[in-house]
């Protein structure tokens, strides 16, 4: 028997949604930070990530490390969202090697250190349950590392970066 | 000991989280109160697990006084098509008098996911995925599989 496998957009921002938290969840791990927390919100963060691929208004997914005594950015990750999608490829791509060099390379957080998760949308979103309008953490003098695409189905994918102090 | 095993499909035919609650609705036959509320605090975590493909190879497994239930998940491509999967309802009740439910893990998010666990529930713990083959060997030792002996039923 053979059998065909369809690749559909809704197919693509699943694939897409999962491995984004995914990845996140492993950045929280790999830079000595308990992943517990983000976890238990796992659920709540899907929904919102997958409506705003779904609906395409989801521009990025950040994930800011503070130190919550100054409130300062210590460490902030990027994954912006490609729109390329295409039915005709199918092939599935995360790349947590790459991630884990970059982190690596970034270095351990301080053991107090916090993170939030924060997603940049463009205007007209659709709302979500337990989503709202919220402030970024300023980068200012940070320095980006680009990591280039991390996760991709069909197009529909995310290219990863992170933001560090430049002293 | 007899062990059912069962196959989900998981990302991208249904996302993690949509997974747990198919796995959840499946070992919960009675809707028991208790077991329910314990399932659902894990979701979190259960739902990490199965993002990070655990039970692709290693096998959730679930313990209780009657047969044992494997349950695996399918990705990509053998999620989307269809055929492998085998999400129908058992026949026996899968969290019937003492049970427990062992979560593969990887070995790099055993710590934090047992500490997580452990919060939340006694009966439900996570293991190294690569202690599947021990697994196995040490239930095959003690499973059958259930035949009928045609000879000695018409004899």
């Known amino acids: 028997m053979t059998t065909v496998v369809v690749n559909t957009y809704t197919h693509s921002v699943v694939y897409v949604a999962d491995n984004i938290l995914r990845s996140l969840k492993d950045i929280i791990r790999l830079s000595g930070l308990d992943p517990a927390a983000f976890v238990g919100d796992w659920e709540t963060n899907h929904r919102a990530i997958k409506t705003w691929l779904g609906s395409q208004h989801l521009r990025g997914v950040w994930l800011e490390i503070y130190n919550p005594a100054t409130n300062a950015l210590i460490v902030r990750w990027d994954i912006e969202i490609s729109y390329a999608w295409s039915s005709d490829d199918g092939s599935f791509w995360t790349d947590t090697e790459q991630l884990r060099y970059a982190i690596r390379k970034a270095g351990l957080s301080p053991a107090s250190a916090r993170y939030s998760l924060l997603l940049d949308t463009k205007p007209g979103r659709p709302d979500v349950s337990g989503w709202g309008t919220g402030h970024e953490r300023s980068t200012s003098g940070m320095v980006r590392q680009s990591l280039g695409s991390t996760i991709e189905h069909s197009g529909l994918g995310g290219r990863t970066s992170y933001l560090r102090n430049s002293s | 000991m007899s062990v059912v095993r069962r196959t989900f499909k998981s990302t991208p035919g249904r996302d993690a989280s949509e997974t747990w609650r198919a796995i ?88 934090w996911a047992r500490r997580a666990l452990a919060q939340y529930s006694k009966r439900i713990t996570a293991r190294d995925l690569s202690e599947k083959q021990a697994e196995t060997a040490a239930s095959s030792t003690s499973s059958s599989v259930l035949t009928l002996d045609t000879k000695e039923f018409l004899a």
């Open chain 2, 24 to 111: 959840s609705e499946l070992l919960l036959r009675n809707g028991d109160g208790s077991a329910r509320a314990e399932l659902e605090a894990v979701a979190g975590i259960a739902t990490s697990l199965i993002a990070d493909q655990a039970p692709r190879e290693a096998p959730i497994t679930v313990i209780c006084s009657g047969p044992r239930t494997r349950i695996y998940c399918l990705y990509d491509d053998d999620a989307m098509g269809g055929e492998d999967v085998n999400e129908e309802s058992l026949g026996f009740d899968p969290l019937n008098g003492e049970w427990s439910i062992s979560l593969p893990c990887p070995a790099d998010d055993l710590s």
